[in-house]
């Protein structure tokens, strides 16, 4: 468990939350994704340094008031420079107890109750974590492959014409999904929220936690 997180504002007054190994780039799997000129896939990642949480370039060069650093200290109220984008640090403190976990078709989304910092997520891995909310038992990853691919789940049950290298690029398939889910998972709850353990998937959840499905 982390011992602290940062709250950052983004572009159009956008607040997201990370921990220590949340990065910061133009991946889909980055913990926090921007979108901008001059940013890379990997472009920064936050680290905890004698208790003190700091911001580390990857890929990319990170700027305050123009001026390049090689590591930055995350405090209220430094503007970062990342690329053309100015992203405000609003604040440092402990990761919240309780989360709110919400979800429908396709989409899931992961917040903190009456801050208005949520995150949402669509798409597969989405459609994933949807899956996930609405069961409170952990659930085989080929049960969970079969929601996002039934024709070539369908293919692979039959086992007819299904090849070493179908099932490879099948399980590569999976292991992005979930990868993408679990790095959006990690920005608020670092390494804690999507468990995959003995071939099952499950949200661990604690007591403090909200979940609301449609």
């Given amino acids: 468990m982390v011992s602290a997180c940062v709250t950052f504002e983004l572009p159009g007054q956008v607040r997201t939350t990370a921990g220590p ?18 940013i890379a896939a990997w472009h920064a990642r936050i680290e905890e340094l004698g208790g003190v949480l700091v911001l580390r370039p990857m890929d990319g060069a990170i700027r305050i008031r123009g001026v390049t650093r090689r590591e930055i200290e995350l405090r209220p109220p430094i503007v970062l420079g990342i690329g053309d984008c100015p992203i405000a640090v609003v604040s440092v403190g402990e990761p919240p107890e309780g989360l709110l976990l919400q979800g429908g078709w396709g989409r899931f989304s992961v917040g903190v109750e009456g801050d208005g910092v949520h995150r949402e997520i669509t798409g597969l891995a989405g459609t994933l974590g949807s899956a996930l909310l609405r069961s409170n038992a952990p659930v085989p990853w080929e049960q969970l492959a079969e929601r996002l691919w ?41 390494g804690g929220l999507v468990r995959v353990e003995n071939g099952g998937v499950a949200l661990a959840t604690r007591p403090a936690d909200l979940r609301r499905s449609t």
């Fill in 150 to 190: 039934p024709d070539d789940a369908a293919l692979r049950r039959r086992a007819v014409d299904w090849t070493e290298v179908d099932e490879r690029r099948f399980r590569n398939r999976w292991d992005r999904q979930i990868a993408t889910l679990r790095a959006f998972a990690d920005d608020l709850r670092p």
């Fill in 21 to 38: 190994g949340g990065t910061l780039g133009r991946s889909n799997r980055a913990s926090i994704r921007l979108a901008g000129t001059g």
